[in-house]
């Protein structure tokens, strides 16, 4: 009898900083403002742990280099579909078995104060987006 499944190895990235011009209106485009993303990542790390090797686990600088890359280039209109062109690229490497991805808008143009706005969105493998 096989017990409880071990719980996911998680490698976090939190706040992950780029200026860009997603948003709805347009002075958000033509202005841009900073964006904040945090990545959670579920994997297997034995491998890397057995190996001691880059190789065998996900490199989170290349991961945080990609995420700034998406923060910065090809503006969408909604953080959603920002999440989401996030969440793909965590996915894309195969030994990444779920992505928790939360962007950060502390700028946006709401009339009130506030802190932040955020979403997440959770991402398993194999689903399609």
Avoid: W
Wanted: proline residues 6%; hydrophobic residues 40%; charged residues 25%.
């Amino acid at each position: 009898m096989n017990g409880p499944a071990a719980p996911p190895d998680v490698i976090e990235i939190r706040g992950i900083r780029g200026f860009g011009r997603h948003g709805v209106f347009d002075h958000e485009r033509a202005d841009g403002q900073e964006f904040v993303v945090d990545v959670r990542l579920e994997l297997d790390t034995r491998p890397a742990a057995a190996s001691d090797d880059l190789n065998d686990t996900v490199n989170y600088g290349a991961v945080a280099e990609q995420v700034h890359r998406a923060i910065e280039t090809d503006p969408v209109d909604l953080i959603e579909t920002l999440a989401q062109r996030i969440a793909d690229l965590c996915l894309a490497d195969k030994r990444v078995t779920a992505a928790a991805v939360t962007v950060h808008k502390p700028s946006a143009p709401i009339t009130v104060p506030f802190d932040d706005v955020s979403l997440t969105v959770q991402r398993r493998a194999g689903e399609s987006s």
